[in-house]
């Protein structure tokens, strides 16, 4: 099983990156995704997350009205459209994938997870 997140960089504060986390090994259809996020002196973070059949999606606070989580089941790959990024969107984000559903997923606990891919924002 492998999960290889991509699209992250340097952006300036306003812009947006788009994230993807391809999936091989896993019936990915049958699975939540998600994204997390984590700084250096913060606890791991949920950013936002989407059952597997699209009925529920989660989405931190902070980010709500910005990001959006979507999937494409035939391709195998979630992303995270980020827009108006701000410096404090910096972080490495992590993609992941639990068949537990999303509460599980957000519990931290789930058995996949791609490799990071680090956002910088600068203002």
């Known amino acids: 099983v492998q999960l290889q997140a991509s699209g992250g960089g340097l952006v300036q504060a306003g812009d947006s990156l788009r994230l993807s986390c391809a999936a091989s090994?896993?019936?990915?259809?049958?699975?939540?995704v998600g994204w997390f996020r984590r700084t250096p002196g913060k606890d791991r973070e949920f950013v936002a997350g989407?059952?597997?059949?699209?009925?529920?999606?989660y989405y931190v606070d902070s980010v709500k009205g910005r990001f959006t989580i979507s999937r494409d089941n035939a391709k195998n790959t979630v992303y995270l459209q980020m827009n108006n990024l701000k410096a404090e969107d910096t972080a490495v984000y992590y993609c992941?994938?639990?068949?537990?559903?999303?509460?599980?997923?957000?519990?931290?606990?789930?058995?996949?997870w791609g490799q990071g891919t680090l956002v910088t924002v600068s203002s």
């Open positions: 992941a994938a639990d068949a537990g559903g999303l509460y599980s997923l957000q519990s931290g606990s789930a058995p996949y």
């Open positions: 090994g896993i019936t990915f259809s049958y699975y939540a």
């Open positions: 989407l059952t597997s059949g699209w009925a529920t999606t």
